[in-house]
């Protein structure tokens, strides 16, 4: 079994949970969300990007 260095992120925007994504860090988690969120032209907009927010999702997985 190979072994991943991601971690599960939950993703926000305005203190809501949208999702949780795999990733290595906080940033490439909120770019994988966006670009599953079909906001990919977005992913270069700093001020869009900066309402979006990440942190370790608890015990690994993030329930609402």
């Given at each position: 079994?190979?072994?991943?260095?991601?971690i599960i992120?939950?993703?926000?925007?305005?203190?809501?949970?949208?999702g949780?994504?795999k990733?290595?860090?906080?940033?490439?988690?909120?770019q994988?969300?966006?670009?599953?969120?079909?906001?990919?032209?977005?992913?270069?907009?700093?001020?869009?990007?900066?309402?979006?927010?990440?942190?370790?999702?608890?015990?690994?997985?993030?329930?609402?």
């Amino acid at each position: 079994m190979i072994q991943s260095d991601d971690i599960i992120y939950a993703i926000y925007k305005n203190r809501t949970h949208l999702g949780n994504e795999k990733a290595k860090n906080k940033d490439e988690a909120i770019q994988k969300y966006l670009i599953a969120a079909s906001y990919k032209d977005a992913i270069h907009d700093k001020d869009f990007v900066s309402l979006y927010t990440a942190k370790t999702a608890e015990e690994g997985i993030h329930y609402l």
